[in-house]
């Protein structure tokens, strides 16, 4: 009978345990990789030893894409510029619906490059930044039309297949009380790139499965809801030598010294400063350094914009001192944080490999293969039953459940603590 109380008794306690002593705060208890990460700056999150690590570089495009602005997009992508393993660089565009021609779009992908998305329109959703006549702040339907429709558009249009499309951007990094994050995770995206942080915290790609400090976010609501293995690759401000001020992307030239003619070798020192903070062994430790590229304003004033990042890309792959650095898309970069492995093993790494497959981005769209015979296949592919999860997936979230609260830890105490008491009783108190 003794036995049943206290086996009665350890329940009530697990009970006890999984309500009261749920752990909120994000730990490496409860967080463990490949499905959970927290938010840490300013250190190397990892088990290997920093100066192993790769430094990524990763270039995020965002605008119109069109043959008005691809000609840049050409030349930073030029098959020549490769990384230390011989595989072509490569990059993410958050592609919109505004004069896109999602002919080119298919093509970046098909050079295995990264399509992510914005909204369909790319409208600012919380301020009228263009000085529409009749624009209003969005509502929840505005929200879920835009991603749908925008998803449809890359489908449709572009052939690829939504499996493909799995990360996104808020236009204009405008957050309105993070009505996109749900919608995201239903379409089974499998991350969100809309945080910008201050450049004093280099933090890395984290899960939002838990609660965040939002002081050092600079775009953020107040509150941010946990979206279990959701990932967030936040951006950083960034900032310029001798200078208080920071700019909140590359294009955004309020920190640059206002006497000084922006010039190309201007535009260079501003890109190498702030790469410098991210590879550095004792600030950032070699944190993803994201650059956001506006398409129309890289096309504009080439000879200075174009030039000064063409000539950081041929600095680093050409300087023996830089053979750490890899310039990849967001998602090559994700696969490496969930799967971190060290810079001798990069070169068999499936996420950074290439095929022999000849890159060419001068091509005619026309003659362009797709994996698609016609408009009704495509359309087969929109369906919200299939997802882009892998098969390992779920097994990680299983896992991730057991430790998320740290109740495997408290029940094992609590069980251990049941076996005491019962020999203790039976040696003492137990009737001979």
Known sequence: MMFWHLTYLFFCLLTFTSVFCADTSCTTLNCQLPSCQCPISNRNPTSLNVTDIPQLVLFTFVGNLNQYTFDSVRSILNPAHRN?????ISSTFFVNDNFTDYCLVQRLFNNHNEIAMTTSSNRCPLTNCYEENHWRQWIDNDWKREIKQQRLNLIEQSYIHHSHIKGFRVPHLQIDEN?????????????D?????????????????????????????????TMEGLWQFPLHEWT?????????TFSDPSCLPEDEVHTADLLFD???YNFDRHS???LGQRSPFVIELDLMWL???????LEAMLRFIEYILNSEDHRHVYFVSLEQALEWIKYPRTLNELEDFWAFSCTDTIYDYDIDCAALQTDFSSKSDAQRLISKNETNKTDTEPVDRQAEELFRSGILVHSIWIFILLIIVVLIYDKYFAKK
């Open 270 to 272: 501003f890109i190498k």
């Open 240 to 248: 310029y030598s001798n200078t208080s001020e920071s700019c909140r």
């Open 299 to 305: 096309s504009e004033h080439q000879n200075k914009r």
């Open 84 to 88: 230390p393993n011989k595989c072509p």
């Open 280 to 282: 550095s062994l004792t």
């Open 179 to 191: 009505k996109h994050l749900e919608l995201i995770r239903n379409f089974h995206f499998n991350y």
């Open 193 to 225: 790139s809309s945080m910008l942080f201050q450049s004093s915290k280099l933090i890395w790609p984290f899960t939002l499965n838990y609660p965040i400090n939002l002081n050092e976010c600079m775009n953020c609501d107040e509150s941010y809801p």
